[in-house]
């Protein structure tokens, strides 16, 4: 079996998929994949690693429906047409759980960072402008008892609720299609519509799939229902709110701040206005960026490819009804 891979992963990974007898081909150079390029590299493999966001679209897997197995090395599959994928009998497969404490983290850090302007104040003093001490100048806020609002209460969003209810007591809303029964029984989260949720929180964070429904759902009119005082973190996907509205909402105030792992669009530019912005921090999507976190998302992926191999099913399946009978 001939594995090919878009970007460099953990050793471990690779070694255990070459101890099984597979040979593995990693992208070397620091760019993008173009789409017909993969394509064309993957008419000589018979399984494929996907890591970040290549595009595996229609076309893609139209082209390349002699693959046996695709492995996305995250939890997000936003860039897989996995319909089409089931369609064409092609399994795949993700990193679910394993990401979901350091991705908390992240959101945790960014909480706490745009809470007290870390980011602008480090700047500053960058600037040479660690100057003349001013007891009222660029005040933070404290986020003791207050209430944090989680748009997608699954494995992430529990963890998050977690860290903020034992670091500061916050009370805990979500908003989910379904009751989340584990997180209502560990944190006392009280499941609310999204009107409620915008209305009611403190710090509003995005720990959900970015779908037809979800894209977008964070807009003007989201933001000027939530409160002037409220900060806003997405660790999901960038596409899930509107960066023009973001900023525009931030310049106007009908938030306080903001604080974002993922952008829209990704890399973000460095003339963005939130980049400058007191009460924003900005991260590069390193949600999952730890070494333990990543070598046990390769060792994921690579569980997939060698359960594909022995003509099992995928432990961690994407598209599990490719196994019902
Ligand atoms: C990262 O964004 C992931 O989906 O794992």
């Keep these: ?30 760019r993008n994949i173009g789409h017909q390029e993969l394509i064309d590299i993957c008419k000589k493999y018979d ?12 076309s893609f897997l139209q082209s390349c429906r002699h693959l046996k197995v695709i492995a996305q090395m995250a939890v997000g599959f936003d860039n897989i047409d996995v319909e089409e994928a089931t369609r064409l009998g092609i399994p795949i497969g993700n990193t679910p ?68 209810q034992g670091a500061y007591g916050m009370k805990i809303i979500y908003c989910n299609r379904n009751h989340n029964p584990e997180a209502e029984n560990a944190t006392g989260a009280r499941k609310v519509n999204f009107e409620e949720l915008l209305a009611f929180s403190d710090v509003l964070s995005v720990h959900t799939a970015l779908t037809a429904q979800t894209k977008g759902i964070f807009n003007r009119q989201a933001f000027d229902q939530m409160k002037k005082t409220a900060i806003f973190i997405n660790t999901a996907r960038g596409s899930i709110h509107n960066e023009e509205d973001l900023i525009e909402a931030m310049r106007q105030g009908s938030i306080w701040g903001c604080g974002l792992d993922v952008t829209n669009p990704e890399p973000m530019q460095p003339d963005n206005p939130l980049l400058d912005m007191p009460t ?30 022995k003509g099992e099913p995928l432990p961690y399946p994407v598209n599990p009804e490719l196994y019902k009978p």
């Design 1 to 30: 079996m001939k594995i090919f891979v878009t970007r460099i992963i953990p050793s471990g990974a690779v070694a255990t998929l070459q101890e099984a007898g597979i040979t593995v081909d990693q992208w070397q150079e620091k």
């Design 47 to 58: 399984g494929l690693i996907s890591v970040g966001q290549d595009l595996i679209d229609r």
């Design 97 to 164: 759980g394993v990401l979901s404490k350091a991705t908390a983290d992240t959101a945790f850090l960014l909480m706490m960072a745009v809470s007290r302007k870390a980011m602008y104040m480090n700047h500053k003093i960058m600037r040479g402008e660690w100057g003349f001490y001013e007891p009222t100048a660029d005040l933070g806020i404290e986020l003791h008892g207050k209430t944090l609002g989680i748009f997608g209460l699954g494995k992430i969003g529990l963890e998050m609720a977690r860290l903020c």
């Design 280 to 309: 924003a921090v900005i991260l590069p999507h390193i949600g999952s960026a730890t070494q333990q976190t990543r070598a046990a998302m390769a060792a994921i992926a690579a569980e997939n490819i060698l359960a594909c191999r």
